[in-house]
């Protein structure tokens, strides 16, 4: 079985299950098997085991022919990450983001840079993490999906940016997200992460459309006020790097403009000291003249 603790049992199971995957598998069937699969890397120990057994069970996506398959595949892991997020204990944190990051490696690998395909994907881990709580697995999604796609270029190069942009299409979407440690985490890692890499394929090509896309998020009027710095400041980075001009951004004095502060209850109190204050002071100055 491949929840089994004795590691021979758990290779010959993977085998039995590499040739049992087919694209005729329903959502059911595959729940099943990642339940199991779950409960193999939660047995799994050391580090080398560990990130072994995470990189075979990532190209298990490769048994399928069908994306509509593949992608069945990849809603049943997230769905399966989702259920079982709140159970795992600090001790065992890192062996399931290193499976999630290579399930999300095979994936844009099963793409082939194929636009089509890699918006599949990219809809099925919008609708299964990075739309849904818990803040865990979305997080850890924006912290390696541009690893990824390095890792993947590395050996098979893109030839259009179209592909790439398809794939980040709901990572890019959370830039407009009213959760704060979410866009901040998209912020820093999606875009930073492309702002960092100049050996990304088409790096130019890549900034340029992020360039674009960032503005028209930041210049949008639903966009939360509190994300624009944080956007603007990503933008004056992007242009830097592109040469790129915003003619239509608007001018510099409108994105400087301080903001009124919050009202609090602590800053009134001391507002309404520095009046009283104030006032007695000026009566004294009237009463000693």
């Given at each position: 079985m491949v929840d089994s603790q004795d590691a021979g049992v758990r290779d010959r199971a993977m085998e039995a299950m590499r040739e049992y995957l087919r694209d005729s598998l329903d959502e059911v069937a595959m729940r099943k098997l990642w339940r199991a699969v779950f409960f193999a890397m939660w047995l799994s120990d050391l580090a080398p085991v560990q990130q072994e057994l995470a990189k075979r069970v990532g190209g298990l996506v490769h048994c399928f022919s069908?994306?509509?398959?593949?992608?069945?595949?990849?809603?049943?892991?997230c769905v399966t990450l989702e259920a079982e997020w709140d159970r795992l204990d600090k001790?065992?944190?890192?062996?399931?983001?290193?499976l999630a990051r290579q399930v999300?490696?095979?994936?844009?690998?099963?793409g082939a840079w194929s636009a089509e395909s890699l918006a599949a994907?990219?809809?099925?881990?919008?609708?299964g993490v990075l739309r849904r709580r818990p803040n865990g697995p979305?997080?850890?999604?924006?912290?390696?999906?541009?690893?990824?796609?390095?890792?993947?270029?590395?050996?098979?190069?893109?030839?259009?940016?179209?592909?790439v942009l398809a794939l980040l299409e709901p990572f890019?979407?959370?830039?407009?997200?009213?959760?704060?440690?979410?866009?901040?985490?998209a912020v820093d890692r999606v875009v930073g992460d492309i702002l960092k890499h100049d050996d990304l394929p088409l790096v130019a090509d890549l900034r340029a459309a992020l360039q674009s896309r960032l503005y028209?998020?930041?210049a949008d009027p639903s966009t939360p006020d509190s994300h624009r710095a944080p956007l603007y400041a990503a933008l004056k980075h992007l242009v830097a790097l592109t040469r790129i001009p915003l003619d239509d951004?608007?001018?510099?004095?409108?994105?400087?403009?301080?903001?009124?502060?919050p009202f609090s209850s602590a800053a009134s109190s001391q507002t309404k000291k520095r009046k009283k204050t104030l006032v007695t002071r000026l009566r004294g100055r009237r009463s000693s003249s």
């Open positions: 069908a994306p509509e398959a593949a992608c069945r595949w990849l809603a049943a892991f001790h065992r944190l890192d062996k399931y983001y290193s999300v490696r095979e994936a844009i690998a099963f994907i990219a809809r099925t881990f919008d609708s979305r997080l850890h999604f924006c912290d390696v999906v541009i690893d990824e796609v390095r890792a993947v270029a590395t050996s098979t190069p893109y030839d259009d940016v179209g592909p890019l979407a959370l830039l407009a997200a009213s959760d704060r440690a979410v866009f901040s985490r028209r998020v930041a951004a608007p001018p510099v004095a409108t994105l400087n403009k301080r903001r009124p502060r």
